[in-house]
């Protein structure tokens, strides 16, 4: 999906940096899961403030809060890629 997509719209600076280290189970720091906790609950409090419905928002917020208590808020945040792997019960991008 990666490479059927990394040359379009949806292709960012972002994602040629995360998704390899998605694929290859990284999880080193580079953005933290909770600094991301951190600037979504700025964003939710903005735009709850002013009437602003986020419901994909407060999805992601729930997804890495899961990760903070269950892995650590010390890892990357792409390795919300290993939250849904585990849901999935599977690998991507690996061998199992």
């Known amino acids: 999906m990666f490479q059927a997509i990394r040359g379009g719209l949806a292709g960012s600076t972002v994602m040629e940096a995360k998704a390899p280290m998605m694929l290859a189970g990284n999880d080193q720091p580079g ?39 269950h892995q650590g808020g010390q890892k990357d945040h792409s390795a919300m890629a290993q939250y849904y792997e585990s849901l999935a019960d599977l690998k991507i991008g690996r061998e199992q």
């Open 31 to 69: 953005f933290k899961i909770d600094l991301h906790i951190k600037d979504l609950n700025n964003a939710l409090d903005c735009a709850h403030s002013v009437g602003a419905p986020v419901p994909m928002t407060a999805q992601v917020q729930e997804v890495l809060q899961w990760m903070h208590h």
